[in-house]
Structure formats: structure tokens, C-alpha cells
């Protein structure tokens, strides 16, 4: 059996099936739970290319699957990344399960996955293009529920996808000419804007960014979060292929310099655009501005931590994008559907845990100390400080807005109207409910037994957060192996 | 058959289809200019690709077509477009036009930098991607984005055919194409589907 077959194909077959099994939501979700952490389970303990002796039977998992004249290679070195790719996966799916998404998504996120990841195997790699169209296609449904009218952004979104898809193919092509004769200057500047063009309406990348927040308003908020952290971290693991594949861009300060602008400008415009929202999920898609900011930044430092911090923000980031798109998916449900600041005043003070989840994402994201994204925002400040000390300065300026934003969100979320009481007599009464409940062996009603359920879960949820950012040592060892996917990038 | 002598013809198929999916709000038009737009883009594409292969963008434009037909008959949503008829429509046309007089102009440069594509190639493959992008840009409905699309999607097919012709990406762009349209079909009937929300 091929590595392509369990790791791309079974998963889609999987997908398939459990799209024509959706009604049972709850149980097929399970199922891709378990589907998802078998694969990584495999992914982590079953090397590639490697035969392995059980008694007489010898296992072999082969690295190519060959598919109308062209392949999908995954070597062993990409085994850790697959891995932590299904982990994630099963998380989202797991998440899923308390966010309410609708019966899409167990389905359609395992074939987004699978699909995503035959887009890094892909031989030529220029297909890979195809492959995450046909993802960003798949997911519109997802986006854009059944019953639902379709917005503005789900229409940005497609579209912008679907532009990217040309570039790159036709960036291909030209490539194979650059390779052939580098000193053709005229050449090369019409590949690298083509490309950039490409990547720009993939990641995106200002201009083309303005589905971000819109498909965050119009969108449940878990879903686009899922959106937000996995379309991203794969177009640019799609870059970074680029750039470890061609020498004359790899070796080009120019194209690190360029990257290296791009990360600032979104950085500080998604910082300052967030710093006056009203909508917390317009927040969440300008946050997803800023972390792609911060991966581009993170790539263009020319040094060995480079990609290793790349790799923990990418990680880092899915974990917070889960905490985040499941505390505004609840938020959503208990604030009669919206998450405009005008309906939420005062909601901490009757769900601490909740509103507490939604800040402690934010902040983290923004870089606050002691929380999940903290080391790798150090990291990438410090080193881009002593490239030049300006680059700080724009950081800091998109980062104050960020925070700006998540000062807010606590003032909105935390100061009620006059007949909300205070946070700990809400807290208090939902205990005094259930004990008092379970005392006289009634049931307690649905919604305070969910309310405290959720409390704990988000409570543990913040441990997470801050144990990424306090112990970040004894998370690094598991992104240690990433980087040699790109193996000469490594210097 | 001898493409050559047909590639004229096809660039005026191609003319003739993409501006009636500018111009037209009636979406029974739309798509039968779509389906025969499809020709012009088989026949481009089959000069540089055998007919056999070439003809996979005819069958997959056809059925894109077709599913984003099937996705309209049955629902009677009024054009609100349709109040800026004639005048709006004479606009298009005049874009049309400016569109065509760019391409043409711009031919001799693309045709250097691309010595690969011929002529006509050039010709089609701008036309289709110009007033595509023109389309695109003056609507915002389900149906009209998705053909729009397609059209883009095509000028650049008839271009690229000169440089890849790998079965797999023949079959990707092919998917594509289809999921474009499905997506718009969807996109089209999305909000009188059953709901599929959790209970």
C-alpha cells in the first residue's frame, strides 16, 4: 500500500461515505474522529518506504502513487506533519460536535484535508493549485450553508480562489524557463509578479483579503475559523515549496525582502483595521490577516529558527483558531445569533468562561505574555528588530491595534446594562441550581447543566493556552522535524 | 478535420458567445451562449492538442452549462438588471468593443513574449478573459458570477493548452470547470434547500 492511498486516498473515500451517512451527525462525526486519529496514529509510528517484519507478514508502506501519468509522493520526512495535520483535524471534527456546525462538516472537512494534503504530494507541485481549488470549491457548501441565502464574501471567496488557480499553472510553466536561462532578466520579473499575483489571491493577501471578514460575519464562526487556519497554512506551505524547489528565488534577497514587506503590511493594516470593529467575527478575519503576517515574517527571517517558528505558529495557531471559533460559535447561540457588540453587552457577566476563552484567544494571538503565541511573536520581533529596528515599530503599531481590539471586546463583553448583576453571583447561581438539583434528585434543566459543562471544558481550554505559552520548550521537540520537509531551506 | 482553417470561425463563435453573456439578462440565453461558447474553446484548443483530447473541454463546458441550467429551471426570480435595458446593455457593448480593440492592440507584444500560442489563440484567450472580467465586475448574481468564471477560466485554458497537455491537469481543469458550475448551481438554489443545520 502507497502512503498517498492511506494518507489522501482513504480519507476521501471516507468523506464520501460519510456524506451519505450525515444524518446520523453525532455518529459520523465520531467515526471521522476516529478515521482521523488512526491516520496519525499511523503517520507517527509507521515509517515510509521502510519494510516492517510482523511474524511472517512484511509491511511495507511504498512512498508514490502513480494517477493518470503523474504522482503523489509522501516521503517520510512529511510523516510528522501528516501526523499533526490529522491530529488537528480530529480536534476541529471533535469541536465541531459542540460548535453546532451543520451536517457538512465532518464530510466536507475530511475531503478538504485529504485534498489539501494531495496538493503537497502532487508531482509536478504546480498541480497543487488545482487541488486546493477544488478544496476552496468544495468548502462553498460549508461556507455557505443549505437553507441560507449566500453572501457577498462566499462569492469573494470562490472567486479569489479560482484567480489564483491561473497564475500559478501559467507561473509554471515560466519557471521552467527561468530555469533554463536565470540571466534573462525580463523573464524572471514577469514570473515573480505572476507568482506574487498568484499567491496573493490564494492566501490572501492585501487587497484581496476582503472575504476574510466577510465570510466570518456571514459564516459560523467554528467554520470560519476552520476556513481561516487551514486554507492559509497550506498556500503558504505551497510557497515555501516554491521556494525550496527553485535556487534563483531561494537565493534572492530581493524575494525575502518582498515577503518580509508583505508580512508587515498585513500585520499592521489588519492590526489597525481590527482596532475599530464592532463585530467579533470581522475581528476573527482580520486576526487571520495578521497571522498570515506573522508566517510570511516568520519566512522571510533568513536564519535557522526561520521555519522552525513557522511551523509552531502554524500549530499554534490552529489550536487558538479552535478555541476561538468555538467560544464565538457558543457565543453566537446564546447572544440570539449575533456577535455585533451591540448584543453581546455585559454577556461575560453571565458566561465568565465563554467571554474569558473568546479574550484569551485574542490575546494570545496578539502576543500577550505567558500565552500560546507569545514565544514565536518574540521570536519573529526580535529577530526582524535586528534586521531593522523600523520593522519593529510597524509590528508594534499592527499589534497595539490587535489589542486595541481585544480591549474592547473585554469592555463590551464585561460591562453590563443595570440589571445584569455581577460575573461570580451568575456563576454562583448556576452552581446553587445544580446542586441544589441534584440534592433533591431532580434533573436540572438543559441549559444550566450545558452552561457548566461548557464552563469546564472552556476553563481546561485556557490551561492549554497557557501551558503552550509557559512551557514552550516541551512543545517545540514536536515540530522539531517539520522543517526537513524543505530541506534546502535548511542551511 | 483542419482546425487551422477553422480558427477564425471559432474566434467569432468566441466573440459572438461572450459578448451575449455580457450583454443578455434573459439566463436561458446565457447559458445556450455558454454551451456554444464551449465550441470556440474546442476548436482553439484543438489546434494544438489532438481532437480527442481537445474535446474534453467541449464535453465538460457542456455539462457545466448544463448543470447550471438545471439549476435555474423551475425558479422565476425577476432581473432587477433588467431596469437599465437598453441603455445598460448598449454600455456593455461599447466595453464589449473596447475590450476587443485591447486585445488586438496588445496582440503583437503577448505574441512576442509568448511565441508559443498562436494568433488566434491570443486573440480568443484575451477576448474570453477580458470581457469575463468585465462581466464579472457588473454583476452580482449566482448565475452570471459562474459564467462569468467559466469564461475566464476558458480564455486561460486556450492559452495554457499551448504549453501543458498532461492528462491529469486535462482532467483537473475539467473538474474544475464542473465544480465552478456545481457551485454555482448551488449557489443559485442554496437557500431553498432543507436546512442541514444541527439540532
Known sequence: MSAPTIWILLPLISSVVVFFFRRWRVTVTIAAILLTLMLAFIAWFIPIGTALQAGSIALKISQTLRFFGRSFILNDVERPLIGAMYVLTACWLAGSLLARTNRLFAPLSLAIVALLIAALAVEPFLYAALLIEVAALISVPLVSPPGRKPGRGVYRFFIFQTFGMPFILFVGWMLAGVEASPSDLALVVRAAVLMALGFAFLLPVFPFHSWLPMLAVESNPYIAAFIFAVFPSFTILFGVGFLNRYAWLRDSPTVYELIRIIGLLMVLLGGIWSSYQKHLGRILGYATMIEIGFSLLALSLVNPQGLEIFFTLLMVRAIVYILWGLSLARMQHVSNNSLDFTGLHGLGLKYPFLAGTTLIAHFSLAGLPLLAAFPTRLAIWTSLAKVNPQYGWILLVGVSGFVLAGVRTLGVLFIGTDEQDSLTEHFQEDIVTLSSALRERNIPSADTFSTLIWDIFLGFTWLIILFLGTFPQLFAPLVADFPAIFERLIP | ?199
Do not use: C, H
Request: no cysteine; hydrophobic share 55%; charged share 10%.
Open chain 2, 1 to 199: 478535420v483542419d482546425f487551422e482553417a477553422l480558427s477564425i470561425p471559432s474566434i467569432i463563435i468566441l466573440l459572438i458567445s461572450s459578448s451575449v453573456l455580457l450583454i443578455t439578462r434573459d439566463w436561458r440565453i446565457s447559458i445556450g451562449a455558454l454551451a456554444f461558447q464551449y465550441i470556440g474553446v474546442f476548436a482553439l484548443t484543438a489546434l494544438v492538442w489532438p481532437p480527442d483530447l481537445a474535446v474534453v473541454k467541449l464535453v465538460a463546458g457542456w455539462m457545466a452549462a448544463s448543470i447550471l441550467g438545471i439549476s435555474r429551471a423551475g425558479t422565476f426570480a425577476i432581473a432587477s438588471e433588467e431596469e437599465t435595458w437598453p441603455s445598460g446593455q448598449i454600455f456593455r457593448l461599447l466595453t464589449a468593443v473596447l475590450v476587443m480593440v485591447a486585445v488586438v492592440s496588445l496582440t503583437p507584444t503577448i505574441s512576442k513574449t509568448l511565441p508559443a500560442i498562436q494568433i488566434v489563440q491570443v486573440w480568443g484567450s484575451f477576448y474570453l478573459i477580458g470581457v469575463g472580467l468585465l462581466t464579472l465586475g457588473l454583476t452580482s448574481r449566482p448565475l452570471r458570477t459562474v459564467s462569468s468564471l467559466l469564461t475566464i477560466l476558458s480564455g486561460f485554458e486556450v492559452m495554457y493548452a499551448a504549453f501543458e497537455s498532461a492528462i491529469l491537469v486535462v482532467g483537473l481543469l475539467a473538474l474544475v470547470n464542473l465544480g465552478i458550475s456545481m457551485v454555482g448551481a448551488y449557489l443559485v438554489v442554496a437557500e431553498e434547500i432543507p436546512s442541514e443545520e444541527a439540532t
